[in-house]
């Protein structure tokens, strides 16, 4: 069965250009992002890899770790990082898992024949720290994602983990949230010192908590 949102993702152990991988073990206590691209050698996935290499560090610095994974072999993906390195101007300094056998990718849902034949698709998964399905999407393989928009949803998830906010379309770092539902009227002064606006009654927001 597929994944789901808020199920705990399933374990592995899988060679990587950075050594043996021990997934759950891997994560440890902080967020991790797992995203597999169709093939290497391949032009949209060579502008992906190189985009989140770019990123890595703003991932780091908000404790994700960056795991990519595709079914060709470990060796190929240290060959194609050169061509990355050199072609998008980066260092790719996080693990690919060279998942031949498709052990991680059948695992994960990630092969959809009818879409691409025996290639995984490009997943996304986030996880949090209790190791549970925090988001997951799927692009085909003629589309590359915007990892700008899986930090920011990162940005929000780990805002939203802490506080008792939601954010809104569009939402970016620093602007207003929403006062979840599930907060009383009575509890928001407390709760939300920084003040609080009622468009609705079920629609209130705040400024960002943790700013
Ligand atoms: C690409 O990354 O460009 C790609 C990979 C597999 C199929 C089609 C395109």
């Known amino acids: ?91 790719v300094d996080y693990p690919i898992v060279g998942d031949v056998d498709k052990k991680v990718a059948t695992l994960y849902d990630m092969i959809h024949p009818n879409a691409l034949d025996n290639l995984t698709v490009r997943s996304v998964f986030i996880i949090g720290p209790d190791k549970k399905l925090k988001l997951t999407l799927t692009y085909p393989a003629s589309t590359g994602r915007n990892f700008d928009e899986i930090l920011r949803v990162v940005e929000s998830l780990q805002l939203t983990a802490k506080y008792s906010v939601a954010t809104p379309a569009d939402w970016k770092p620093g602007q207003d949230c929403i006062i979840s539902p599930s907060v009383p009227d009575a509890d928001v002064p407390a709760k939300f010192p920084k003040g609080s606006r009622t468009i609705k009654p079920y629609l209130r927001t705040t400024p960002q908590p943790n700013l």
Not at 29 to 39: C, D, E, Q, V
Not at 64 to 69: E, S
Not at 74 to 91: A, F, L, R, S
Request: aromatic residues 8%; charged residues 20%.
């Open 1 to 91: 069965m597929a994944l789901r949102l808020g199920d705990i993702v399933p374990d592995f152990t899988a060679e990587s250009t950075q050594g043996t991988i021990r997934f759950h073990e891997w994560i440890g206590n902080g967020w991790a992002i797992l995203f597999s691209h169709p093939k290497d050698f391949t032009p949209v996935c060579t502008t992906e890899l190189g985009a989140v290499a770019k990123l890595q560090e703003k991932f780091s610095q908000r404790g994700v770790k960056i795991l990519a994974l595709s079914v060709d072999s470990t060796n190929d993906h240290k060959k194609w990082i050169n061509d990355i390195n050199e072609t998008q101007n980066c260092v």
